[in-house]
Structure formats: structure tokens, C-alpha cells
């Protein structure tokens, strides 16, 4: 999948494979509403949630069910779907089915599991860790490029701010943007409030705001999660945008992007 700078791409859905219907429905639902649209869709889901706030909170469906769902998706729509890894094995495993494979926040410095990904030839979407600087990433995205994959997007999901909370520089994504790889902006993880209690909270009416001035700066590309029931969601449930709000959240966005261009 090659990146486009003259269509927008965004990165879109459930947080979580919480089951084969709900990835299938909310799939269904980007599609028609970006369909006619400048906007290169990726459909995303985490097979498998391995950093938890709590041991009892939910991690997923099983591996080969939530990849199975993916591949299903993927078959009726005809679009790139895009999940997390979190070991180096995974890799190989998850580029049968995926289009992009996302190292995580977390783990954004681990030199094998980057290297891991880039080897499977897919396109690799590094989230920034809150805990880096900007110049930081773009030495976590060398260790990819250095194998021979120049298909590397850098994602930004805000900074650690104290002990519950992240802040997201705008500056930053000038510097991401500096690198010439293609640079998203995380709208969603990068309103959460980590680890409070049992689960991670978060400031959702910030959601579009900060996304409309991540726009203003010329990046390319938005990654939104979205759940039909937001607080129902098995996971990231106090962030991810009601799905009936994203149509005309897009439509916004794609204003700023297109004074912007």
C-alpha cells in the first residue's frame, strides 16, 4: 500500500476485535461514508490487547478469531486493514492477513520487533511513545528503513504529563513531518487519562479540536477509534468517537486539510 499525499488517509476503527459482527458492521459503515470522499481508508483493530491497565480487563477474542474477522473484512471491502503487534513472532503471523502492522506506543523502541515488521515486506506504523521526543521516533523509524522498507508512517499520540495525563505539542508534528515519511495524527489515545483506576479514562470533547489543529500543521493522515456504543466497548472505552459522529467529524476535517494543501 503506498501512501498518497493527495488523499487523506485515515486510520479508523474499533479498538479492539470484540467480535467478528462488530468489525464487520463498523467496517461497513466507514466504507459508505468515505466512499466518493479524498480519503484513503485503512481499517483498524487490535487482534489482541497485550497492555492492560488490569489483568482482568479484556484482551480479545482469541488470535486466529480476531485475524480470521480482519481477513473478512478485508475480503469484503477490498481495503488495507492494519493491527498491533507486540512480540516478534507476531509479525509473520500478522502480515498473512494485515496490509499495516502497528508497533505500539509502548514498544516503539524495540529494535527487533521493528526490524521483525519491516522484514515482512508490510507497511509499518510506528506510534510514538509518550515517553519519547519527535526526533525520537524518527530514529526508531531508521532501524526500519535500514532493512529495506521504505514503507514507514509515524504516528503521534500525545506525551506523558504527569501521571495521568498526555499532552499533544503541535510542534512535534512539524518535526515528525520534517523526516519526509508520512506523519498521523492519533485523535483518539491521544485524549486518554492512562490508568485511572481499573481502566484508562479520557477527555473525548477534546477529541475534535485537537484534531482539527493537528490538520492545520500539513500532516497527512488521522487515526480516529470508533465504537457504535462507546461506553459499552471492551476496551478504550471513554475515547473512542461514537460511530454516528464520524461522517460529519470527516467532512469537517477534510475542510482544514483542503485549505491547508
Known sequence: MIYSPNRLLLIAGPCVVESAELVMDVARHLVQITSGLPIDLVFKSSYRKANRTSHTSFTGIGDAKALEALA??????GIPVLTDIHADHEAAIAAEVCDVL?????????????????NTGKVVNIKKGQFMAPEDVIRAADKVLATGNRHVWLTERGTTFGYHDLVVDMRGLIT????????IYDATHSVQQPSLGTQSGGKSEFISGLAHAAMATGIGG???ETHPDPPRALSDAATQMPLHLVENFLHSILRV?????
Open 222 to 224: 488521522l487515526f480516529i
Open 102 to 118: 502497528q508497533i505500539p506506543a509502548f514498544l516503539s523502541r524495540q529494535t527487533s520487533l521493528l526490524e521483525a515488521a519491516a
Open 72 to 77: 473478512r473484512v478485508k475480503g469484503a471491502f
Open 176 to 183: 515528525m513531518k520534517a523526516s519526509g515519511l508520512p506523519v
Open 257 to 261: 486539510w483542503n485549505a491547508v494543501r
